[in-house]
């Protein structure tokens, strides 16, 4: 029970760069233009569109005056028929990106708990007057989660570590980091077997959390480096351009000069699903909807010190 209260305190206590924000507030999410509200990012693009909207609406109705005979006025028929064609491409999209995006946090989550149960573990194997063995595992174990989340997001990993204290947990930066931390913590736990401080039955108790945080690190490569298929988000894109581009030539008979905002809005709902699966399939960055490794990562050297101290 303690530990699936800790997990949902950790989840409250989100990353600052996540957005922590009231469901049920609508006042607040309609009228409050956040940073990583996507009208922001795509709003150079929609003065674009308004523009070269107004700019085929004036050439067709002032310029050529075209009739409402003119054949230019079909094309509308094109973008019935495509309609429900690029809504479901977008709803699989959408959902793909989730899908990676929630089995990110699933996994940041496995990390949280297999690293409290280890140093709950180990606070009842170790005996009270180890200190050393104890420091070492207060260490590690949340050191593995801060090198995995600078190794997921593709940044330098700063460590702060006492090299005085443990020399033997110095890090080679030319090598895959996580493996190294996981490497030191099996090899300390042989170690301890070896020395007779844990039996063979502690050490298979603790063997399964060992062997997860590799699974994890994993896991989350997996996500890291297989994006979506390249020719799949080509197409979608170029899918967009070419039928909000199209729009005006055909809408612009029935609607006249309302089709700058009826287009404008149509191309912020549709690349605004694009630009959030964009963020989304990819959940170690930094953006501000992305899984909250830094804030779990604190969270897990918060609970183990507190555990192991």
Not at 61 to 83: R, Y
Not at 167 to 179: F, Q, S
Not at 198 to 224: H, M, P, V, W, Y
């Amino acid at each position: 029970m303690l530990l699936i209260f800790s997990e949902a305190t950790g989840l409250a206590q989100t990353n600052n760069n996540m957005i922590s924000y009231n469901t049920k507030d609508w006042l607040s999410v309609l009228f409050k233009f956040n940073k990583a509200d996507t009208i922001r990012k795509l709003f150079p693009m929609i003065v674009v569109i308004s523009l070269y909207s107004w700019g085929i609406a004036y050439l067709e109705v002032e310029v050529l005056n075209l009739s409402q005979n003119s054949q230019l006025k079909s094309i509308s028929i094109m973008h019935n028929l495509l309609g429900f064609a690029i809504s479901m491409l977008l709803v699989f999209r959408t959902n793909t990106a989730y899908d990676r995006w929630w089995e990110g946090r699933k996994l940041w989550g496995a990390l949280t708990n297999n690293s409290r149960n280890l140093a709950i573990k180990l606070n009842g194997i170790l005996p009270v007057e180890d200190k050393v063995n104890r420091n070492f595992f207060r260490k590690s174990i949340p050191l593995y989660s801060a090198i995995l989340r600078d190794h997921l997001s593709s940044e330098k990993t700063r460590l702060a570590l006492d090299a005085i204290d443990h020399p033997e947990l110095e890090i080679d930066h030319t090598r895959h980091l996580p493996n190294q931390v996981a490497s030191l913590m099996m090899n300390r736990a042989q170690e301890l077997y070896r020395k007779n401080i844990i039996s063979g039955d502690q050490l298979i108790t603790i063997n399964a959390e060992l062997l997860s945080f590799t699974d994890i690190c994993g896991a989350c490569e997996r996500i890291k480096n297989t994006p979506i298929p390249y020719s799949y988000s080509v197409f979608i894109k170029k899918f967009i351009f070419i039928y909000v581009i199209t729009l005006p030539i055909g809408f612009v008979f029935n609607l006249g000069y309302l089709v700058i905002p009826v287009v404008a809005f149509i191309f912020y709902v549709l690349a605004s699903l694009e630009l959030i699966a964009e963020e989304i399939e990819d959940p170690f960055g930094g953006d501000a909807n992305d899984v909250p490794t830094d804030k779990l990562a604190e969270n897990m050297k918060l609970h183990v010190n507190e555990i192991l101290d």
